[in-house]
């Protein structure tokens, strides 16, 4: 979405990529390259190094081994990290305090400014085209504790679109949200992806961004077990089925 | 209340009360924020074995009691980073130690006579200089500018953490920051209210703005203007009442709470009988949802079979059935898109 580094087709490039915790690697062995305008699925069950994965081009968990560029950039030089723009598992936005939607969305924009710097007229704009684009400007004063969960996890998105990063990583946006609000979420994803940002989304439920993902990965005990677009990944789907009906049969 | 002002003493502890009213709650916000209420009790204690180590080596209690709360401070911080269950237990030692600490040292400086410390445990306000209160307002002054500027990133570090980092915030060097800043607080606070009972004012008077505002940024003012009435209200009441000034200020902040809850419960009471939902539906209103969108006020109402609907809360408001343009003939065919006032009485008018 920025226009400098627009030219790059090559957002994110991993190679042999190994992330973990205190020393120890969850998945290793990682290659993927994700390429300008590209919306990618990463799927695997529960414990398979999916959050680890996603987290650590986030810089939140430890960079064990291989190279990772960002836009170019091994992660590690990679100083302006609003260019990848975070929307973190969470099914609640209010800590001890009350805050409004604009006040939490703001908040995707501090780190773009120096600290002395207050808030002026560009980044209240900003952070007014983000909360448009989420469907939330009705919104923008409300209390986030008033809103559904469906809603807060749009506040998440704006929050990270705000500073209009390269690639936007997502982290489970669809779960626990009900039905209704499930297909309010997926629009306003669909709404991106046709704008060409590029998104890496987490997800248990491709049903709800059918239309919208246009490469799927999944990951199984931290390594790599498929890597290739919708329709690959039915017929690799089936031909897992089928394989474990005959190891069963 | 002339003659409240005509004595020095009073002048300096309304002086004293009045920085430490308006800075307690700026930084106690934060603490609240990240459900951290009681580290400025803790820092309270650490306090006091720097208090005790100024007594016996003759120097200003509040230069020792402040390296003290700053070292403790910075150590919880980084036990916190390090994320060990046994952080817990590691801040139980570092308080209870400190407390205990100074208590013995006091003790055996002082003899029998506990005046010293009752001081410095439960506020001794009437006792401030004006070299004290001098000290005071400019590390008030200081802990003010640093959580007006920093306010944002404050706010953004206590409530995501996570996402914070991810963005390239200073996490840690903010954390520590504001540690340092609760610890200045506490040793500001420490004459007027006492080191047991500082966290009151950290914490209560943001309790209280909670109730009466929808956004951080109101809350904000709220709980300073609330710290600073019950500071100088409380040694105003202290004087005549003849009560310890420390305890008499919690007390006025905890009364502020309750009518502040109370107010809420009937604001929000009024409000609910006030205004009418509209019926349920699971479509959610916004750009391009196929129901026509018209500006009202400040905000955007839908046309929903005829009638128009306002998010509110987690529902839809009734709002006036029709546009502006035929409830108001003078103002012309834009009024759709004028600034119109929205009231409580716009959604009184709708019509079944």
Request: glycine share 12%; net charge neutral.
């Amino acid at each position: 979405m920025s226009t400098d580094d627009a030219t790059s087709p090559t957002v994110v490039d991993l190679r042999a990529a190994s992330f973990g915790h205190h020393g120890r690697p969850v998945v290793t062995g990682i290659d993927l390259t994700v390429t300008r305008g590209e919306v990618l699925a990463l799927l695997g069950p529960n414990g398979s190094g999916k959050t680890t994965l996603v987290t650590g081009l986030l810089g939140l968990s430890e960079h064990l081994g291989g190279t990772v560029e960002v836009l170019g950039t091994p992660l590690d030089r990679l100083r302006d990290r609003t260019r990848i723009g975070y929307v973190p598992q969470r099914h609640t936005l209010t800590g001890g305090v009350r805050a409004t939607v604009s006040e939490i969305v703001s908040t995707g924009l501090l780190a773009t400014r120096p600290w002395w710097r207050p808030a002026g007229r560009r980044d209240r704009d900003a952070v007014r085209r983000a909360l448009e684009t989420v469907g939330l400007a009705d919104r923008a004063r409300f209390d986030v504790d008033t809103l559904s969960g469906g809603q807060q996890r749009r506040v998440l998105i704006a929050r990270a679109l705000v500073a209009q990063p390269d690639v936007l990583v997502m982290d489970e946006p669809t779960a626990g949200v009900d039905h209704a609000s499930q297909g309010v979420l997926a629009g306003v994803l669909h709404r991106l992806a046709t704008s060409g940002t590029t998104m890496l989304v987490v997800t248990h439920e491709l049903e709800a961004l059918r239309g919208v993902v246009d490469r799927i990965v999944e990951l199984d005990a931290g390594h790599l077990a498929f890597d290739g677009s919708p329709h690959g990944y039915a017929a690799h789907q089936a031909e897992r089925a089928r394989a474990a009906g005959r190891g069963a049969a | 209340m002339s003659e409240m002002l005509a004595l020095d003493f009073m002048r300096n502890a309304l002086l004293a009360a009045l920085v430490v009213g308006l800075a307690a709650p700026m930084v106690g916000i934060f603490l609240v924020q990240r459900r951290l209420s009681l580290v400025g009790d803790g820092l309270g204690h650490v306090a006091l074995a720097g208090v005790a180590i100024g007594v016996v080596t003759s120097t200003s209690p509040v230069w020792t009691a402040l390296v003290a709360a700053v070292l403790a401070g910075v150590a919880i911080e980084l036990i916190r980073v390090r994320g060990r269950t046994s952080g817990d237990v590691a801040l139980a030692l570092m308080f209870y130690g400190g407390i205990a600490a100074g208590v013995v040292i006091i003790n055996k400086v002082d003899g029998a006579q506990t005046a010293n410390l009752t001081g410095y445990l439960f506020g001794a306000i009437t006792t401030t200089t004006t070299a004290d209160v001098i000290v005071f307002a400019a590390l008030s002054a200081v802990i003010v500018l640093v959580t007006v500027v920093l306010r944002q990133r404050f706010f953004a570090v206590a409530g995501d953490e996570e996402f914070a980092r991810a963005s390239g915030l200073p996490v840690l060097a903010l954390n520590i920051v504001l540690a340092v800043l609760t610890a200045v607080t506490v040793v500001v606070a420490m004459r007027v209210i006492g080191l047991l009972l500082i966290s009151a004012l950290m914490i209560i008077p943001n309790a209280a703005a909670q109730q009466l505002s929808a956004s951080f940024r109101a809350a904000g003012w709220w709980a300073a203007g609330i710290g600073v009435a019950s500071s100088v209200g409380g040694v105003v009441t202290s004087y005549y009442a003849d009560t310890a000034s420390g305890g008499t200020i919690v007390l006025l902040a905890i009364a502020l709470f309750a009518v502040a809850a109370l107010a809420g419960t009937l604001r929000r009471a009024v409000a609910a009988a006030r205004h009418r939902h509209a019926e349920r539906h699971l479509h959610e209103h916004g750009p391009g949802c196929g129901h026509e969108a018209v500006a009202h006020g400040d905000h955007v109402d839908y046309l929903h079979d005829g009638h128009r609907h306002a998010a509110h809360e987690g529902h839809y408001d009734e709002h006036a059935d029709h546009p502006p343009a035929d409830a108001d003939p003078g103002s012309g065919g834009v009024a759709g898109a004028r600034a119109g006032r929205h009231t409580l009485g716009d959604r009184e008018e709708v019509t079944r």
